[in-house]
């Protein structure tokens, strides 16, 4: 949020046109939130959003537009589906060596663009700054619009483990970029973003490089119809405290994962239906012991797919009641395991809840429901779960933002007896301007990972991250960002430390 002091007027019109040009070159531009790029979001009123989220193969965020009301600016952010199986843990948005951060999905998001800013006035007061005055220009590309960056962070993480810890210094090299649609009707965004990571010294041990891509056409189709064409790719290092982590390995595997899906909303009177379908394939790459060897995990390579329905019923503007149902498959390249066993699955879900849309003060939803997965083998358990979910985006005060998510899934273990396990992720975050050009945040959260067809202790993942953004003008930003994470069942924690910049186009 953007605080502007009353503005001064000079009495020569002379005067007033020196100091706007000094004011343009010199001064500082507002705040930029957090290594992310923002996007604007339809006005209140504009549209009636019928958010989905999947619990088998990602998450959409999904609303039907009225052409006649939409913005030509009005953009979707657009975040690459993942498939189930997690391989890294609940980092903090603001966690060192990820130099430029987005929330992975709706549920999980730790912090969203603003939500109560300020509004021009007609005559240019006080609160004269536009919301995106701190957004960079960007370069026009026809009806398209690129927006870059580049950055770079000095690190330190420290690990500590049961009998051992491990140290290094390295640097982070990322790249963004976002293209967005200037279409009267429909709308097209792609978002790219990666990660490299360096480490001082020589060792390459502990480097985790990430890059995803993702697009999404939207198209409004009339009558109150809205369909949304989606892709993505997605390649990270598995973490080391995921439980599939291969032990003692000096290399974890590489996972890319490709997605594609389809929806398709309509809006009926009060009646709010969604209907999509989510495909995925999932490729691993080969893990490196101590010793050097190759370690092949391509008995977890996979494809996914996932069929989801929603029904809504408008009370209100501000409250849609609705039901939920979801069916997932997912098929093994091999049919059994390196263990002998056979992981394709089938899984299922519904769930019941409410969308809340209170304006710019409050927006979100919560539901509660069933989950379940059954495996082909028979001596594989089916895992039951009591599903809940919700996002909640609150502005007490301008300036001020808070979200929390909740997100319940269930994941499968690589290989063994064991079927695979629950996970319950509760996220946390909250962003407050300090400063015209200065923001703080504060992020936390904890996974709880509930072992039921195995004797492994149930586990809770603990993290926390805080930072700061100062935004020197509208191309650069300095940020500084400190995280930890510990997990108490396994005598695992980690901290990290990190400084750099970020440039904007």
């Known amino acids: 949020m953007v605080f502007q002091r009353t503005a001064k007027r000079l009495p020569t019109w002379g005067q007033a046109a020196a100091m706007l040009l000094v004011c343009t070159v010199l001064c500082p531009a507002t705040n930029s939130l957090a290594q992310s790029t923002t996007q604007q979001q339809p006005a209140s009123g504009s549209a009636r959003t019928l958010t989905s989220a999947d619990p088998f ?19 979707a952010r657009t975040t690459p589906a993942t498939d189930a199986i997690t391989t890294g843990t609940i980092r903090p948005g603001s966690n060192p060596g990820d130099p430029i951060s987005e929330p992975a999905d709706e549920a999980t998001a730790l912090y969203d663009e603003p939500q109560n800013p300020y509004e021009p006035t007609v005559d240019g007061g006080e609160n004269a700054a536009s919301a995106n005055a701190n957004e ?36 982070t090299t990322g790249i963004r970029g976002t293209l967005t649609s200037d279409w009267s009707r429909h ?8 990660a490299y990571q360096r480490n001082l010294g020589g060792s390459s041990a502990g480097e985790e490089p990430t890059a995803n891509i993702g697009a999404d056409l939207r198209l409004d189709l009339g009558d109150a119809t809205q369909a949304n064409l989606t ?43 969604l209907a999509a379908l989510d495909l995925s394939r999932t490729v691993y ?33 501000a409250l849609i009641p609705f039901l939920e149902a979801t069916a997932g498959l997912t098929n093994y390249d091999q049919t059994r395991d390196n263990t002998g066993y056979e992981r394709s699955s089938q899984s299922y879900g519904a769930k019941v809840g409410a ?17 379940r997965k059954e495996y082909d083998d028979n001596r594989l358990s089916a895992i039951n779960a009591l599903a809940l979910d919700g996002k909640l985006n609150w502005s007490p005060q301008r300036g001020t933002d808070l979200s929390l998510g ?16 629950i996970s319950r992720q509760l996220t946390a975050g909250l962003t407050q301007q300090l400063r015209s050009d200065l923001v703080a945040r504060l992020t936390a959260g904890l996974e709880r990972r509930s072992y039921l067809t195995s004797t492994i202790e149930d586990q809770t993942e603990y993290v926390a991250g805080v930072g700061l953004t100062w935004s020197i003008n509208r191309y650069l930003d300095l940020t500084t960002d400190i995280s930890y994470e510990t997990t108490p069942a396994t005598d695992n924690s980690a901290w990290r430390i990190g400084a750099g910049l970020t440039l904007k186009r």
């Open 187 to 194: 709308a097209l965004t792609v978002t790219g973003e990666g």
């Open 57 to 75: 193969l990602g998450q959409n965020d999904l609303s039907v537009i009225d052409p006649a009301s939409a913005s030509r600016q009005d953009t």
């Open 285 to 317: 790459t080969d893990a490196k012991g101590i010793n050097g060897q190759s370690i092949s995990l391509a008995d977890r390579d996979r494809y996914g797919a996932g069929l989801r329905g929603r029904i809504g019923y408008e009370l209100s503007p």
């Open 136 to 171: 960079a220009p960007g370069i026009r590309i026809g009806t398209l619009t690129l927006r870059p960056s580049i950055s770079q962070t000095l690190n330190h993480e420290n690990k500590t483990f049961p009998n051992a810890s491990t140290s290094r210094n390295y640097l």
């Open 355 to 371: 969308q809340v849309d209170l304006g710019e003060k409050l927006k979100g939803e919560a539901a509660i429901g069933y989950l």
């Open 406 to 421: 909740l997100r319940t899934t269930i994941e499968d273990f690589a290989g063994g007896p064991q079927g695979g396990w």
């Open 231 to 273: 892709a993505g790719y997605a390649f990270s290092r598995e973490d080391t405290n995921d439980p599939n982590a291969v032990s003692g390995a000096s290399v974890q595997g590489g996972e890319h994962v490709f997605t594609g899906g389809a929806s398709i909303e309509r809006n009926v009177g009060i009646l709010k239906a």
